[in-house]
C-alpha cells in the first residue's frame, strides 16, 4: 500500500473494518492482499479502519472518480456469503447527516457510515460500489473464521472485477449521455444493438452480471461490417462504439474467463 499519493487517484479501493476483532477486520486484510496485486497506476489501495469523517477528509483529498468499498458487515445471512450492491447518489435528510456525523466524530466507521457521511458532505465518488461479506465471528482476536476466509477470498476477486470493468462502464455512460442527448435517435440496426447494449452495461453495473452482452457485442460487429449504421454518424461516435468494442474483448478474457 502507497504511504504517499505519488499518482492520480481514479479509483480507490478501501478496507472498511474494526482492527482485531474477528472477521470485522476483515477489511484490513483485504487491502494487505490487494495492495500486492496489479490493479492499475491510477488505483489507490487504502485502509479505512479510522473515523469515518476522517475518511470523508481523506475522500476530499485524493478526491476519486470512483470507489470500491470492502468490509465484514452482519446482515443475518449465512457467514462467508458475499454481496455485491451499487450505491447511487442520493440525497439524504439534514437529520440524517447529522446523526451520521455524530457517529463518526466518534471514530467509529462501518460501511453505511463512510457512504452516509460521505453523500452528507457531498464528496461520495460518482461510481461506488460496496463488497461486503458476512462475518462468521465477531470475537476479539486475529485472523479469520473459516467462513470469513473464504468470503474474503472471493471478496478480492470482485474487487479485482469491480476495478477492470470500470473503464468499460464510464464509457458506457458517455455512449448513454451522447444517446440521451440533443442528437437525434439512430434508428438504424446498429444503432438498435447499441441501446440495447448499453441496457445489458447498466445492468452489469446494478447486478454484476453479464447477461447478453457478448452475444449483443457480436450482433454489434456483424452490423457494423455490414453497413447497417445510421447515416449521421461522427467521428466521435465511431470513436466510442469502437473503444467499447474493444474494452468488451479485453474484459472477456479477464473478468469472465476467471
Not at 474487487?159 to 435517435?185: F, H, K, N, T, Y
Amino acid at each position: 500500500m502507497r504511504s504517499r499519493l505519488d499518482t492520480t487517484v481514479t479509483t480507490l479501493v478501501g478496507g472498511v473494518g474494526e482492527l482485531f476483532q474477528g472477521d470485522l477486520d476483515l477489511g484490513r486484510l483485504a487491502v494487505e492482499r490487494l495492495s500486492a496485486q496489479p490493479l492499475g497506476p491510477d488505483v489507490f489501495v487504502e485502509e479505512l479502519h479510522y473515523g469515518a469523517v476522517a475518511v470523508a477528509q481523506r475522500l476530499a483529498e485524493l478526491n476519486p472518480t470512483a470507489m470500491v468499498l470492502i468490509g465484514a458487515v452482519p446482515s443475518g445471512q449465512p457467514p462467508g456469503t458475499v454481496r455485491r450492491r451499487r450505491v447511487r447518489q442520493v440525497t439524504l435528510e439534514p437529520d440524517v447527516v447529522q446523526q451520521a456525523v455524530t457517529n463518526a466524530v466518534t471514530g467509529y466507521v462501518t460501511i453505511e457510515l463512510v457512504v452516509a457521511v460521505a453523500t452528507g458532505f457531498g464528496i461520495l465518488p460518482r461510481r461506488t460500489v460496496v463488497i461486503e461479506v458476512e462475518p462468521g465471528s465477531v470475537e476479539p482476536g486475529e485472523g479469520l473464521s473459516a467462513p470469513g476466509e473464504a468470503g474474503l477470498a472471493e471478496a478480492i476477486g470482485m474487487v479485482r472485477d469491480e476495478v477492470r470493468r470500470i473503464p468499460l462502464l464510464e464509457l458506457s455512460d458517455m455512449l448513454a449521455e451522447r444517446i440521451g442527448g440533443d442528437r437525434p435517435a439512430d434508428e438504424s440496426p446498429a444503432g438498435g444493438t447499441l441501446v440495447a447494449l448499453l441496457d445489458e452495461l447498466r445492468q452489469l453495473d446494478e447486478t454484476g452480471r453479464w447477461g447478453a452482452t457478448f452475444a449483443l457485442r457480436d450482433l454489434l460487429r456483424r452490423q457494423i461490417a455490414d453497413g447497417h449504421t445510421g447515416d449521421d454518424m461522427e467521428h466521435v461516435d465511431w470513436g466510442l462504439w469502437w473503444a467499447l468494442l474493444e474494452e468488451l474483448d479485453r474484459l472477456q478474457g479477464l473478468d469472465v474467463l476467471r
